[in-house]
């Protein structure tokens, strides 16, 4: 059986290059709805939610799909818990024959201040279990991002701790606005492409 970047790299006619897989990371339960390590689903709550679609259960997640301009939004938010999250990842990759260059993995980031938005095709986990496990599931850090900003100006001593707790006031009144900007990136990034949503979003 082919690695899974060797499936990609050949490019076969078998990949649908008009399906995206949209993936926000998070943990499952009711205690992680409102932390900040779950703004990944948060994010794509949000987008299903302005397009009236319903979540399914499925194998490794849970799926809801949109259809804008001729191509498929395929959104999913992993089951497996944040640490095993490249599972679904390259699951629902196979299953829906998604060229890697049509994943977006959303997730939170601890290094950068909050409500920072990045955009990048390629990169390292930087520390983050979740990225760590899409890498080595893929095979490959050459897949696109949107990070979220989820740190302070002066870092917690219990990063565990911060990134499981909920939002604060402060963070309460500024997210929605942060989310809505997420979701025109997720929709720009399918139908424009990764450069023209980089260099029309980074640093807004």
Same mark, same amino acid.
């Given at each position: ?101 049509? =994943?977006? &993995? ?5 290094? *950068?201040?909050?409500?920072?938005? #990045?955009?990048? +095709? /390629? ?61 025109? =990136?997720? &929709? ?5 492409? *990764?450069?023209?949503?980089?260099? #029309?979003?980074? +640093? /807004?």
């Amino acid at each position: 059986m082919l690695f899974f970047k060797e499936l990609f790299k050949k490019k076969t006619p078998s990949l649908d290059m008009k399906k995206y897989l949209i993936v926000g990371l998070g943990n499952i339960g009711l205690e992680y709805d409102n932390t900040r390590h779950n703004i990944g689903f948060q994010i794509l709550d949000h987008l299903a939610e302005k397009n009236k679609v319903l979540w399914e259960t499925k194998k490794l997640a849970s799926l809801s799909i949109i259809k804008k301009k001729g191509k498929k939004f395929i959104f999913i938010k992993p089951t497996t818990f944040m640490n095993r999250s490249g599972k679904a990842v390259r699951y629902w990759a196979l299953q829906e024959k998604v060229n890697i260059e049509n =994943i977006l &993995i959303v997730t939170d980031d601890l290094h *950068l201040p909050f409500g920072t938005l #990045r955009l990048k +095709g /390629k990169g390292s986990p930087a520390g983050h279990n979740g990225l760590k496990d899409v890498e080595s599931e893929l095979n490959t850090p050459n897949y696109a991002r949107l990070r979220f900003g989820i740190g302070q100006e002066k870092k917690p001593f219990d990063q565990v701790k911060f990134v499981l707790d909920n939002w604060n006031t402060r963070e309460q009144k500024h997210i929605k606005g942060r989310i809505e900007l997420c979701n025109e =990136i997720i &929709i720009n990034f399918v139908l424009e492409g *990764l450069n023209s949503t980089m260099n #029309r979003f980074n +640093g /807004k």
